[in-house]
């Protein structure tokens, strides 16, 4: 979900309508996140504001369902923790950014203070989703997607549930299509998982 809006779309504040043409700073960005709670803001490595409004029912719908799905598996998993699209990122690479669903090794969270978890976490996660909306262009959730494996994850899934594709992105390999799959696996990354997308399309 990485669409600039204008104030007509969604009746956006005027201050971030002008930060959108504006660099903006890590710290400038976490008061923006504290003041704004009801929208989800990104910010790109090079200080660009994203603002990204709630969204439909639909795609909120296929949202919970698929986090649903990775939160059961990663709490009988045990082995690391599963963020909604409300969780924060701050990528290596200066980004800070909130992926759809994301799944972390529980021995990389341990590692963090109590400090750091109350903020953005400060690493890419190992596994990361995007959903793409309506209001999204294929192209920018690509670029994120490559973002995501420079900075360090594992396996990433685009769910694109307009042409019902699913895009895997894993390192130093070619990204993988699949057509209208009913399921899709995280091996070796997600050892067990398999998202149901049935209820996706």
Known sequence: MARNLTQLDYNIPPELIALTHQIVTAEQFERLCGKYRELRLELTSTGELIIMPPTGFETG??????????????????????????????????????????????????????????????????????????????????????????NGASLGWLIDPFERRVYVYQPDREVVVLENPQTVSGEPVLPGFTLNLSELW
């Open 61 to 150: 719908a296929r949202n919970a369902n698929l986090t649903c799905q990775l939160a059961l598996w990663a709490q009988r998993d045990g082995s690391g923790i599963c963020l909604g699209s409300s969780a924060g990122f701050a990528l290596p690479n200066g980004a800070i950014r909130s992926p759809d669903a994301s799944w972390i090794k529980r021995k990389r969270t341990e590692l963090l203070t109590k400090e750091q978890k109350e903020r953005f976490g400060p690493f890419c996660p190992d596994f990361v989703i995007e959903l793409r909306s309506p209001s999204d262009r294929l192209t920018q959730v690509c670029d994120k997607m490559v973002e995501y494996l420079a």
